[in-house]
């Protein structure tokens, strides 16, 4: 582990990871797993088409969450996609400003009309204040983010929504096996969209999944993922492939398996980087708290810059340069991508664009052993406490 400062790779040394340190889960099962479920599905010679895999994920991942529907589909931007569809909305969805691309781009796809919306400083979601404001003549729905597994106050979305006569949905792809009040996220709304992408703590490798305790919703989810076919009797237009291979679902399947330890591992792993930044000025890791279970699927750091002594940017460029390849999600804000900045100055969602300065996801996942995170934090540890230095070495390098 790094002492001094000259050691650090801005000022000439080699990095302190030989190979990168990313911010994903990559949670895979060992290899003789994945091969017997693979010689199964090629036995069976049924690849597609809601094959018995397929079935059985969606019984198990609805049973997991206590939903009854589970529909399963390519992704999780596929699942937004169809569940905004599906909903028969049309008009606008109000839409945090604050989230991952993919949250306002399904609504677009969907033939909805985003509404973006600021969010609260504290939770990092949406603000139901700030929602009743976006409420207009045009709205149809309010679709919530579940950022970093924390439920997207759900109670008082659900009484706005109901209030205004809105439908609400959420984008769950954070919060696979996170609960709030006792409930497991899925089961909240009208449907919820998870992602099995292997960036998130379930890994079909690529996959996602609506869930709903809506029994016609489950049906016209089910219609709209087939471009032909009669899994279901019910009107829903236009139809589209989104089905889930077997070979995902065999996957998804394995990493279900696999999730009780993974999730035991990704709070060790929290709750190693959070006890080794204990006490640093201006660095604070997002906590879950203890009442409700939680996935620990991303480590967020949040950096007061002026506390610091460098900005979360410098941090980003200095922990790169040592192989540890952190993320800024999401920055830029969704008010500031290119289809969606219409109408709205750089500086229209001040939080969102605030948090956006602030925030850095660590490395995690299983490819993250709990001595490598001591020594993120030990680089973390030795970095600010050269910042004024160190800021002059990070612009030279830009
Ligand atoms: C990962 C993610 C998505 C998209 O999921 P994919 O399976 O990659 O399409 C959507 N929203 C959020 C918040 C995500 O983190």
Redesign the pocket.
Known sequence: MKQRVSELACLGGAPEFADPLHVAQLNMPPWERVEAAFRDIFARRRYANHGPLVRELETRFARLLGVEHAVCVT???VA?MLLARALELRGEVIVPAF??P??VQAVSWAGLTPVLCDVDAATHMLDPMRVAERIGPGSAGILG?HLWGRACAPGALAELAERHGLALFF?A??GIACAHGGRFLGGFGAGEAF?F?AT?VLNGL?G?CVTTNDARLAARLRTLRSFHGEETFCDAAPRMNAKMSEAQAAMALLSLDDLPANLVANRRRHAAYQACLAGIPGIEVVDYGRTDAHNHQYVVLDVDADAAGLSRDALFDLLEGENVLCRRHFHPPLHRLHSYRDGYGPDHFPVAEYLGRRLLQLPSGQAVSLEDTERVCGLIRLILAHGPELRQCVEAGR
Do not use: P, Q, R, Y
């Open positions: 992704n999780g931007t937004l989230s991952f993919a949250t983010a984008d792809c954070h992602s992408h998130k690529e996602g």
